[in-house]
């Protein structure tokens, strides 16, 4: 019992490096802005586009490689890479550097979240996955609020820089600690069903396709992904330029809500899920549906208000939101795939969510800015703007969640049911 929850402990505090180290560039997206001379379709470019784009080339093989070796050693060595990597951000001296930092910030991110998916999985049964994964997600929050009040704090004090070489180096630390004190578990050893050999990728595609709960759960989180963290990338540079507050101040807005709504958010949605009537998935897709939906209306009034007291209260409704989908999903996913398909499902499922906040919302709001400003260039209005046409679409993520509800019991007995034959089809 004692291993078990050291390990979701441990994974919890990778993926809060792994969020801190990506959204880091969100609170000082307006410092990098004026010191680079960048538009906002620029910035939002050099900060996300590259990022999100080499995740997702290198995300599947790296997934696929998880599925088939050794997911501990995998997690170790991409921990390093990152956290390496966010260091050299706050080397950078030139577009250039930062650009190539960041591409390597975002080929190490690849070997985080599916092989920790996939090694928690192994250490809890499939009605508790949901919950555990709640847990895990518990590293989202602390991340964000490393990103936002931390990463603020320092780089008023020290400028940019300084904040991407204060969260760098101790993942490197971290990266040790795992490769001492965490072993590699059993594949499959939690379920009904025995392990087998790695299916091909073709299949485990084929599998995915198939099941249409895991499409729409997948739709739905990157959604989730596009309507809330698109959001965020831009609000501290919503906050300077609407509010008039430095890098800190605006980092300090958000920072506390990320930890205390974040987490109250996350272990909330973790203890419901680890309720017995909360036992039937389509219980918790509902949950979500309903979470979603009645928080896109704070979202859209935040962007809307000119009042600072009135933002803060509406972010304060908004912001948690961003959270307490994000174990669910991944614990969802987990049951819709075969043992040896749970880190290729996390992988597809983060490949979606990837190029939802990090390509299309960044590139897009940034680009609607410059649009909206004209030949005056991009000021708080424009801003103000673009991320209005956004905050709606957190209705889209809540259709997903009701699809997937239709067959999710279905498809997690068609998962419990998979078994892998000699010529690579399921049965």
Partial sequence: MAERWYVVIIMC?????????????STLLEPIRLDLKLTDGGVGFLTGVPLGLFYVSFGIPMSWLADRRNR???????????????????????????????????????????????????YFPADRRPMALGVFALG??????????????????????????????????????????????KRGRMDAVADTGAPPLLESLRFLWRQKAAFHVVMASGVCALWGWGL???TPAFLMRSYQLDVGEAGAVTGNIHLVGGIIATAGTAWILSRPA???????????????GLTTIPSFIAYWTHSLWTAKLMFWLFIPAIYFYIGPCMGLMQNLAPPRMRAMFTAWSLVVGNVFNLIIAPQGVGLLSDWFAGSGGADAASLRMALLVLAPTGFWAVYHFYMASRSIIADQKRAIGYVTIQDGTAA
Avoid at 13 to 23: E, F, G, Q, W
Avoid at 77 to 95: D, E, H, K, M
Wanted: proline share 5%; aromatic share 12%; charged share 10%.
């Fill in 13 to 25: 505090l990778v993926y809060a490096v792994s969020i801190a180290d990506r959204y880091v560039v």
């Fill in 72 to 122: 501990r050693n995998i997690l170790v060595a991409s921990l390093i890479v990152w956290s390496g990597f966010t260091a050299l951000c706050g080397l950078s001296r030139n577009y250039w550097q930062f650009l190539a930092a960041r591409i390597g910030v975002g080929i190490g991110e690849t070997g985080g979240t599916p092989p920790a998916n996939s090694i928690i999985a192994d």
């Fill in 140 to 185: 989202a929050p602390i991340g964000a609020w490393l990103g936002a009040n931390v990463a603020g704090a320092v780089a008023h004090a020290y400028g940019w820089r300084a904040a991407f070489l204060a969260l760098g180096i101790p993942g490197v630390i971290m990266g040790t600690i795992i490769y001492l004190t965490i072993r590699e578990p």
């Fill in 232 to 234: 965020i990338w831009f």
């Fill in 278 to 292: 909360m036992a039937d998935p389509r219980r918790v897709v509902w949950l979500l549906a309903a979470g979603v």
